[in-house]
């Protein structure tokens, strides 16, 4: 049994990169659209938000927002906050979504 094959020859290179470009967009984000996006990965990951690494790449003003919003999840023990990494516990796991809008600039 064999198959067909194509020859490099046969191939169209330069319409095969403008379908490769058609197909994957660019998406540029603005700077809210970085920090949601921030947030929302890092609660997502074991460690959680590296509050330092916020502060470094938003500025004071948005840890402070950050901070802020988390108090509620603080004190409720869904969030908790251990060498500058603020994390979900295992009950704010259950509820990770609307902590982490809750964290989002919207």
Same mark, same amino acid.
């Given at each position: 049994?064999?198959?067909?094959? !194509? !020859?490099?020859?046969?191939?169209?290179?330069?319409?095969?990169?403008? #379908?490769?470009?058609?197909?994957?967009? /660019? %998406?540029?984000?603005?700077?809210?659209?970085?920090?949601?996006?921030?947030?929302? +990965?890092?609660?997502?990951?074991?460690?959680?938000?590296?509050?330092?690494?916020?502060? $470094?790449?938003?500025?004071?003003? /948005?840890?402070?927002?950050?901070?802020? %919003?988390? /108090? /509620?999840? #603080? $004190?409720?023990?869904?969030?908790? #906050?251990?060498?500058?990494?603020?994390?979900?516990?295992?009950?704010?796991?259950?509820?990770?979504?609307?902590?982490? +809008?809750?964290?989002?600039?919207?």
């Amino acid at each position: 049994h064999s198959f067909p094959t !194509r !020859r490099s020859s046969d191939l169209n290179h330069e319409n095969d990169t403008v #379908l490769w470009k058609e197909y994957f967009e /660019k %998406e540029i984000l603005n700077d809210q659209d970085k920090y949601n996006d921030f947030v929302m +990965v890092s609660l997502r990951t074991m460690d959680g938000i590296n509050l330092r690494q916020l502060e $470094e790449l938003f500025g004071k003003e /948005k840890l402070v927002n950050c901070l802020s %919003e988390a /108090k /509620k999840h #603080l $004190e409720n023990n869904l969030l908790a #906050l251990e060498n500058d990494f603020l994390h979900l516990t295992t009950a704010g796991i259950m509820v990770s979504d609307s902590i982490i +809008v809750d964290l989002m600039i919207v």
